[in-house]
């Protein structure tokens, strides 16, 4: 597969990623599906199912609009610019954000992207024009960096009501 051709496969790839999340929150306004129960409910067994499905359940349209471009660049650079690690380093971060909410983030339900697009940003900085075995190290230094945001995030007091 030439170069252009693989860039445009990758953008193809991480386009129905995101075309998938916005069906899905299509289907949840406009046919009334209760989805907030596949996101991560923290230390619990009913929440481990979230650390799979979480990423790509949201919680308003402004949620998925806040993620789409992320997504899509991020994950178009991860796609093509690591194409021996790309589907190791993506299943770290996604099982490792998720993992991280699990463990550390307060009583509630918690879904959406980002911490697919912390992890990704993380590994596009920190693993460019590195052997796959350093990328994959990357990524994992990622799902722990987003793993501290949410335990800083725990133990910080709350005021109001955020997302």
């Known amino acids: 597969m030439n170069k252009i051709t693989s860039l445009q496969h990758s953008i193809l790839v991480i386009g129905g990623f995101v075309v998938l999340i916005w069906w899905l929150k299509l289907c949840e306004v406009g046919l009334g599906w209760d989805l907030h129960q596949l996101g991560v409910y923290p230390q619990t067994s009913r929440g481990l199912i979230g ?22 660049l991020l994950g178009s650079i991860l796609i093509y610019g690591y194409p021996k690690s790309r589907w190791w380093a993506l299943s770290i971060i996604w099982l490792l954000s998720g993992l991280g909410v699990w463990l550390f983030a307060r009583d509630s339900y918690h879904f959406g992207a980002s911490g697919l697009t912390h ?6 900085v920190h693993g460019r024009n590195t052997p ?32």
């Open 51 to 72: 650390i799979l499905t979480g990423p790509l359940i949201h919680g308003s349209w402004q949620h998925v609009i806040s993620n789409t471009l992320p997504l899509l």
């Open 119 to 124: 992890g990704m940003f993380f590994l596009s």
């Open 132 to 163: 796959t075995g350093q990328a994959l190290y990357n990524a994992v230094d990622g799902g722990l960096f987003y793993v501290r945001q949410h335990a800083v995030d725990y133990l910080s007091p709350r005021t109001g009501n955020l997302l």
